[in-house]
């Protein structure tokens, strides 16, 4: 009988973030940050909470020390979606 893996979450950007990922140019950097988001998209609720507001989502910070990405993100509430606000490579 096969197995079922859960779905990936899907990706999707802010306006900022979208233009942090417009701006990157360097090979390396870009698939640096494509592995993380990969990461992300298979466990949203892999990144530490970041303290402040509880109005809205929480938000989570996702940091590879190796890769040297970071991404600020939140998780829409059904973890089907990963809405990332923050990208530093």
């Known amino acids: 009988m096969p197995r079922h893996d ?3 979450a899907r990706i ?3 306006d ?6 417009e701006a990157l140019t360097d090979e390396a950097r870009l698939h ?3 592995r ?3 990461v992300i998209s298979i ?7 970041i303290p402040g507001s509880t109005t809205g989502p929480q938000l989570l910070q996702y940091a590879d ?3 040297r990405v970071r991404v600020l993100y939140f998780v829409t509430a059904l973890k089907t979606v990963v809405v990332v606000a923050y990208i530093k490579v």
Do not use: C
């Open 6 to 8: 859960r779905r990936r």
């Open 12 to 14: 999707t950007f802010s």
């Open 43 to 49: 466990d949203p609720g892999i990144g530490e909470p």
């Open 36 to 38: 993380a988001l990969v």
């Open 16 to 21: 900022a973030a979208a233009k942090q990922l």
């Open 32 to 34: 640096a940050l494509d």
């Open 65 to 67: 020390e190796v890769e």
